[in-house]
């Protein structure tokens, strides 16, 4: 079955500097992917998405890339602030099944 | 999202009571969702609805009902709570017609099974 899974649970990182997470999927014909925030007491909300007919996508501060070769996709932010600190998950959207998400990277911002 | 919203926000329950988590959209969705959310396993999908006549199971259905009353309304029962189905519940939404068929989430339901 597909699994989706970050490569650190817990990144810690300077206000101001750049923050790196990183996902890996199993399932080599995924083609969708979706990247979600999770702040302390809430529910996930939608950062950014990416298809597989793309290899980066940009948003405000964020950028997805997505390397299909080695199954691999990156949230990439920057100019890290203290509001950045959350948890934030990768989900697989490929299927006509609801997403299969990954376990989640706890990223702490250091004032 | 205020759109999505679930009842209660948390509940203390004791082993072997019957408990509904209760969750309510008004995004006009058809398809929603039921997770269970515990430390360091991400999130786990236990029953979704395409619409008002489908339900189907997720990942870890064992020990839950669900019932879909209506096209905004999705309830998560325990039929008979156990400690290990203490964890944080999330119910979510989602619009089949949208290109990024994006969640929708609510904020969450505490639940503490003694």
């Known amino acids: 079955g597909e699994s989706v899974g970050l490569h650190l649970p817990t990144l810690s990182v300077q206000e101001g500097d750049n923050s790196i997470i990183n996902c890996a999927y199993s399932?080599?014909?995924?083609?969708?992917f979706i990247w979600y925030k999770q702040e302390s007491g809430k529910g996930p909300q939608f950062i950014i998405d990416?298809?597989?007919?793309?290899d980066k996508r940009q948003g405000q501060r964020v950028t997805v890339l997505l390397n299909k070769t080695v199954k691999h996709l990156s949230l990439q932010i920057a100019a890290t602030q203290p509001g950045d600190s959350a948890v934030y998950f990768c989900?697989?959207?490929?299927?006509?099944?609801?997403?299969?998400f990954g376990k989640g990277t706890r990223l702490s911002v250091i004032a | 999202d205020a759109d999505v919203t679930q009842t209660p926000r948390n509940r203390i329950t004791k082993t072997g009571k019957r408990i509904m988590l209760e969750c309510s959209q008004t995004?006009?969705?058809?398809?929603m969702y039921w997770y269970r959310q515990d430390p360091g396993l991400g999130l786990r999908l236990i029953y979704y609805s395409f619409d008002v006549k489908d339900i189907n199971k997720g990942e870890i259905s064992d020990g839950y009902s669900v019932s879909r009353q209506a096209q905004a309304k999705f309830s998560l029962s325990l039929e008979s709570a156990i400690p290990n189905q203490t964890a944080l519940y999330f119910c979510?939404?989602?619009?089949?017609?949208?290109?990024?068929?994006?969640?929708?989430f609510g904020p969450g339901t505490r639940l503490l099974v003694l």
């Open positions: 989900a697989d959207a490929s299927g006509n099944t609801p997403l299969v």
């Open positions: 399932n080599s014909a995924s083609d969708y």
């Open positions: 990416i298809r597989s007919n793309m």
């Open positions: 995004k006009g969705h058809d398809r």
């Open positions: 979510a939404t989602s619009d089949p017609r949208t290109a990024e068929e994006t969640q929708y």
